[in-house]
């Protein structure tokens, strides 16, 4: 709980932070991920391969390797958020937010009383206080950001670009004129509130431009991706 702590500070220091992003529910894939050297391994409960049925095994697996398991939950519901938390992930990342309201409510599921409506006796739930990282990926709470931001039990903003750039009905291009003015707002408005910003990124040199332009909390790989994009790559070599 001691690296969970630790993470936590940096988070809140806006210090850069890379990870990865896990849609196979294999603890072997998220511990070769962990073992990277990345600081934390995202367990995608919405998109994603796992349950949690699966989360013990993985969080388990990637804190023995060294980095920090985050659970993206389903949906902004205090169920499926104390379930993460109560498994083993140290935070959540939490999508389908599109207020304020919204996103304080999934903040004080994160919390015990007084401070928020969390119920105790998780399994894995450890003694350092979780963090709660808010998604943006639409219109509604790109409007609401900075009162989103205002709540002080919303640690985070991390930043959809592929459901955001639906919404503005633009392409999924850093340099989309749409797109990035978008996410040099978001980007201002946590760097105004003093809170960290990240991003979804597929690959590491988009990250490194992320990492320049504000964003603290980037994903640098995604297990799927990763997998897929090696193996076509040594085919074409051994066919070349």
Known sequence: MAAASAFGARLAARESLYGAWSTIPSPLSVRLLAATGV????????????????????TTAIALAGATPIGRVRHAHPADIGRALDLGCAGVIVPNVSSAAQARDAAGACRYPPAGYRSGGGALAGPAEPFC?????????????????????????????????????????????????????????????????????????????????????ITVATDALAISRHAAAELAAARG
């Open 39 to 58: 600081d934390y391994v995202v367990i995608d409960l919405q998109h994603g391969g796992a349950t949690e049925h699966d989360l013990p095994a993985l």
């Open 133 to 217: 990282i808010i998604m943006v990926e639409s219109v509604e709470a790109m409007t609401d950001l900075e009162a989103t931001l205002a709540h002080d039990g919303v640690d985070g903003i991390y930043v959809g670009p592929r459901d955001l750039s639906y919404s503005l009905s633009c392409q999924l291009d850093p340099d989309d004129p749409v797109l990035k003015p978008a996410l040099a707002r978001i980007s201002a408005a946590c760097a105004a509130a003093g809170k960290p910003v990240g991003i979804h990124s597929s690959d590491g040199a988009t990250a490194r431009r992320h990492r320049g332009d504000g964003c603290s909390l």
